[in-house]
C-alpha cells in the first residue's frame, strides 16, 4: 500500500501545500488565499509530471531481498527508473564520479556497492537496505 499524504502550512499571507509520496515531496512554490487552492495547485503540479504518478505503482514489496549482486543491480535499476532519478546525480550524491551506478547496474563494476553507499542510496529511496544487496544479519542461534 503507498501513502499519499497532502500538508497544508501558512505561507506568507496565505498557504501552501506538498503531496507527499514515496519520501518525495511535491508543491508549488507559490503562496494561495485558502488551503483548497493550495493543494489544488500542489495537485495540477503533479499532474505535470507523469512519471512521479507511475512511481506509485512501483510496489517495492516486489523487490526481491537478497544478497545476489544481480538482483542488487535490478532493483536499483528500479527504483531508479520509478523515481526518475538520474544515475549521474545519484552518484554525485554519492561522491563518486558520474559514471559509478551506470557503470555498477550495466557492468557490475564494482560487483557489491560500497556499504556507505548502499545505506545512503536506502535512506534516499526509503526501502530497506537488503534490496540493494546488504546481507542478512548474523545472529546466534
Known amino acids: 500500500m ?48 507523469p512519471e512521479r504518478l507511475r512511481n506509485l505503482d512501483l510496489d517495492v514489496e516486489e523487490l526481491s531481498a537478497s544478497d545476489d549482486p544481480a538482483a542488487a543491480r535490478r532493483n536499483l535499476a528500479e527504483l531508479i527508473r520509478a ?24 557492468r557490475g563494476s564494482p560487483e557489491r556497492l560500497d556499504e556507505d553507499d548502499r545505506l545512503r542510496l536506502a535512506q534516499y529511496f526509503n526501502v530497506d537496505e537488503r534490496l540493494l544487496g546488504a546481507r542478512d544479519p548474523w545472529r546466534p542461534e
Do not use: C, H
Request: no cysteine; proline share 1%; net charge positive.
Open 83 to 106: 523515481r526518475d532519478a538520474s544515475m549521474a546525480e545519484l552518484s554525485r550524491l554519492l561522491g563518486r564520479n558520474e559514471a559509478y551506478l551506470q557503470q555498477f547496474i550495466r
Open 2 to 49: 503507498t501513502e499519499v499524504r497532502i500538508i497544508v502550512e501558512a505561507k506568507g499571507n496565505g498557504f501552501g501545500a506538498m503531496i507527499v509520496m514515496r519520501g518525495v515531496s511535491i508543491g508549488s512554490a507559490e503562496s494561495w488565499p485558502t488551503r483548497a487552492e493550495a493543494i489544488e495547485a500542489a495537485a495540477a503540479k503533479l499532474l505535470t509530471m
